[in-house]
């Protein structure tokens, strides 16, 4: 039988540890279940990817400066250049693979900044020279959002009907796109794919209050917040501040965590305006990474929604500032949707409060999240069934992909 040709597709090695980590889930079924095909990635961070995953990896974008701001004409007429060249671009790769993954990723949602002529653009290119030239494009536990803004809605809308295949990692996001004008009636909702990556051993609570990890990001509101972002991010980033300073007054060791390369201010704002050896910070290169830290904790409380991922994997009991319905969903699927704070409006205060409450109940959260784990790593079983079939029914398949997890 020839071997598969599989692309992977997304902003991968661009310093979004979800991003990179829902790519290294699908890398470990793939290579499980699919030994013998062919990998390789179109992608934000090229180098980045086959560095660190061994794959043969393409730019993206033509236009190295996709993501800086245009102002000068030469900039402006060269990303215009670049959109086309693009086009060409990515059919091409397209042409060369009979399957292609988006794996997870925000990749239907603008819960963050976001322009169409951006990824939701190189999303519609792949989609539609997938369909053009009969490869099949699938949407692997991606996460989607009702879309406000007309442009971005109609290319994501256009890329989920063009997809061979969807799955979605809440109801949440399902239900979105059929609000969106998506037929959804074989669409199926699974766990995030980081649940599926290995699990580090659990640490045993100590007995005495410990250790907390406090996830932070740069975070100025969502796609229609541009007109008081600066507002929404100083609000926040003074609410975890003051949270962040109340903790070591009760002599509890702070670790701050981040999800992506541009957390690194808020990180070092923080350190800036509490000033204390007992807050240090955790220099993350990966979920695993992620995933270490947060089951060393006792408690984490984080922003990022895959630091949340982590934590709940890692067993360890966690809150929320909640940035969009997402982390919602996720807290409440894991038990925990008790525990959640909007990131909007962080009051300390309350947040002492809720962290407080959830400390309390420490020990019945953890034989929750044990027990939820659990049917999570079933259910990501049967993504990955279902995902074989539809991507690869002339494969002779054993399912071993949970055993090696």
Same mark, same amino acid.
């Given at each position: 039988?020839?071997?598969?040709?599989?692309?992977?597709?997304?902003?991968?090695?661009?310093?979004?540890?979800?991003?990179?980590?829902?790519?290294?889930?699908?890398?470990?079924?793939?290579?499980?279940?699919?030994?013998?095909?062919?990998?390789?990635?179109?992608?934000?961070?090229?180098?980045?990817?086959?560095?660190?995953?061994?794959?043969?990896?393409?730019?993206?974008?033509?236009?190295?400066?996709?993501?800086?701001?245009?102002?000068?004409?030469?900039?402006?007429?060269?990303?215009?250049?670049?959109?086309?060249?693009?086009?060409?671009?990515?059919?091409?790769?397209?042409?060369?693979?009979?399957?292609?993954?988006?794996?997870?990723? !925000? $990749?239907?949602?603008?819960?963050?900044? &976001?322009?169409?002529? %951006?990824? #939701?653009?190189? =999303?519609?290119?792949?989609? /539609?020279?997938?369909?053009?030239?009969?490869?099949?494009?699938?949407?692997?536990?991606?996460?989607?959002?009702?879309?406000?803004?007309?442009?971005?809605?109609?290319?994501?809308?256009?890329?989920?009907?063009?997809?061979?295949?969807?799955?979605?990692?809440?109801?949440?996001?399902?239900?979105?796109?059929?609000?969106?004008?998506?037929?959804?009636?074989?669409?199926?909702?699974?766990?995030?794919?980081?649940?599926?990556?290995?699990?580090?051993?659990?640490?045993?609570?100590?007995?005495?209050?410990?250790?907390?990890?406090?996830?932070?990001?740069?975070?100025?509101?969502?796609?229609?917040?541009?007109?008081?972002?600066?507002?929404?991010?100083?609000?926040?980033?003074? !609410? $975890?501040?003051?949270?962040?300073?109340? &903790?070591?007054?009760? %002599?509890? #060791?702070?670790? =701050?965590?981040?999800?992506? /390369?541009?957390?690194?201010?808020?990180?070092?704002?923080?350190?800036?305006?509490?000033?204390?050896?007992?807050?240090?910070?955790?220099?993350?290169?990966?979920?695993?990474?992620?995933?270490?830290?947060?089951?060393?904790?006792?408690?984490?409380?984080?922003?990022?929604?895959?630091?949340?991922?982590?934590?709940?994997?890692?067993?360890?009991?966690?809150?929320?500032?909640?940035?969009?319905?997402?982390?919602?969903?996720?807290?409440?699927?894991?038990?925990?949707?008790?525990?959640?704070?909007?990131?909007?409006?962080?009051?300390?205060?309350?947040?002492?409060?809720?962290?407080?409450?959830?400390?309390?109940?420490?020990?019945?959260?953890?034989?929750?999240?044990?027990?939820?784990?659990?049917?999570?790593?079933?259910? &990501?079983?049967?993504?990955?069934?279902?995902?074989?079939?539809?991507?690869?029914? /002339?494969?002779?398949?054993?399912?071993?992909?949970?055993?090696?997890?």
């Amino acid at each position: 039988m020839t071997a598969a040709r599989v692309g992977v597709f997304g902003l991968l090695g661009s310093g979004n540890l979800g991003n990179d980590g829902s790519l290294e889930a699908v890398l470990g079924y793939l290579r499980a279940e699919h030994p013998e095909a062919v990998v390789d990635a179109l992608c934000g961070g090229p180098e980045v990817v086959t560095a660190r995953y061994g794959i043969p990896a393409t730019r993206l974008h033509w236009y190295r400066g996709e993501y800086r701001t245009a102002s000068r004409a030469g900039a402006i007429a060269a990303k215009g250049l670049g959109k086309l060249v693009d086009a060409v671009r990515t059919a091409a790769w397209v042409r060369r693979h009979e399957v292609v993954i988006v794996p997870g990723m !925000g $990749v239907l949602e603008a819960t963050l900044p &976001l322009r169409p002529w %951006g990824f #939701p653009y190189s =999303l519609f290119l792949l989609c /539609a020279s997938g369909r053009l030239l009969r490869t099949r494009v699938a949407l692997v536990g991606v996460g989607a959002d009702r879309i406000s803004d007309r442009p971005t809605r109609a290319l994501v809308r256009w890329s989920a009907r063009l997809a061979a295949y969807r799955s979605y990692r809440d109801a949440l996001s399902r239900d979105a796109m059929r609000a969106m004008g998506v037929d959804t009636a074989r669409d199926e909702v699974y766990p995030d794919l980081a649940f599926a990556l290995p699990a580090p051993p659990a640490s045993p609570p100590s007995g005495t209050p410990g250790g907390v990890c406090v996830g932070v990001m740069a975070f100025h509101g969502g796609n229609d917040d541009r007109a008081r972002a600066e507002e929404i991010h100083r609000r926040y980033l003074d !609410g $975890v501040t003051r949270f962040v300073r109340a &903790l070591v007054a009760d %002599g509890r #060791p702070v670790r =701050l965590l981040t999800g992506d /390369a541009c957390d690194a201010p808020v990180v070092a704002a923080i350190l800036d305006a509490v000033n204390s050896p007992l807050v240090t910070a955790a220099e993350a290169a990966s979920l695993a990474d992620l995933l270490k830290e947060t089951a060393a904790a006792d408690t984490v409380v984080a922003t990022r929604y895959h630091n949340l991922v982590c934590a709940l994997k890692a067993g360890t009991p966690a809150l929320a500032l909640s940035y969009a319905v997402k982390s919602d969903a996720l807290m409440a699927r894991m038990g925990l949707d008790a525990f959640c704070h909007p990131a909007r409006e962080v009051d300390a205060d309350r947040l002492l409060e809720q962290f407080r409450a959830l400390e309390k109940r420490s020990a019945e959260l953890r034989r929750t999240l044990t027990e939820r784990n659990r049917a999570t790593a079933r259910q &990501l079983d049967d993504q990955f069934t279902a995902l074989t079939a539809a991507l690869f029914p /002339a494969a002779e398949h054993h399912h071993v992909y949970r055993e090696a997890r």
